[in-house]
């Protein structure tokens, strides 16, 4: 990708305004795990497992650290009320979350006050706030919201300091993940109508390209399952949701 292909995903514009509505609706029951995010919340711990697990291969630090991101900063785009947000600020960094929405980002704030954790919550579109680099840069079920989806690539990746680590997840474009994802969980209340837009799912496929055009290595996918016995847990089996780390390209 050129110098100045680079410059002007950099600069393009991803959040669907509808997008950013709908979300910042939900807003002021977020933090409620029983209401409209629920599954965000059975799904968090699953997440974080992964992303644990990414940051002690990627910077070999010690496993048994409560804290192993001390020194070190994190940037949570699509932060909505700050689910991860939260938990990277205990394991020690200087997290910065994004949003589409400012009521989410307002939520945020306040929510992280309440739990006496310092974490920096700025609502926009990130190629035009000029933040800076990271060490951590995390995505969460974010891309399939997007309107440019390389331009949202490429400013994620703009973000990410030079041996730094970069984790995303997302629903994959398969028969089964439009069949309960879209359908069945969104009949059965397990989801607010209109979160998913199937088409807009992205394969692991399509997913290292993208991150391949923007300079930057994919890992192994890991899918992201469900069971009756074990509940949301991470698997071999990409068909619904899974989540990847990647790297700049050495």
Not at 25 to 47: E, F, I, Q, T, Y
Not at 142 to 156: G, P, S
Not at 169 to 197: C, D, I, W, Y
Not at 205 to 230: H, N, Q, R, W, Y
Request: one cysteine or more.
């Amino acid at each position: 990708m050129s110098d100045a292909t680079v410059s002007n995903a950099t600069n393009s514009a991803t959040i669907r305004p509808e997008e950013a509505e709908h979300f910042g609706k939900l807003a002021a029951d977020w933090w409620n795990p029983a209401g409209s995010s629920a599954m965000l919340h059975r799904l968090n711990p699953v997440r974080l497992g992964f992303i644990r697990e990414a940051i002690d291969m990627h910077w070999g630090g010690d496993v048994e650290s409560a804290k192993p991101l001390v020194g070190k900063s994190a940037l949570d785009v699509g932060c909505g009320a700050g689910l991860l947000c939260e938990p990277l600020a205990r394991m020690g960094a200087e997290v910065t979350g994004v949003d589409a929405s400012p009521q989410n980002t307002q939520v945020a704030a306040a929510h992280a006050d309440g739990a006496g954790l310092d974490i920096r919550y700025i609502p926009g579109e990130l190629g035009t706030l000029g933040l800076g680099h990271f060490d951590l840069v995390t995505s969460m079920e974010v891309i399939e919201h997007v309107e440019d989806k390389q331009a949202f690539i490429v400013q994620l990746a703009a973000h990410l300091a030079p041996g730094g680590l970069m984790v995303l997840s997302t629903p994959n474009r398969t028969l089964k993940s439009r069949t309960l994802l879209v359908g069945a969980a969104e009949a059965l209340g397990a989801v607010p109508k209109g979160t998913h837009h199937w088409d807009d799912f992205v394969t692991p496929e399509e997913l290292e390209a993208l991150l391949d055009a923007a300079g930057l290595t994919m890992g192994e996918p890991k899918g992201i399952g469900f069971s009756v016995g074990k509940g949301l847990h991470l698997s071999d089996d990409l068909a619904l949701n899974y989540i990847v780390m990647a790297r700049h390209r050495a």
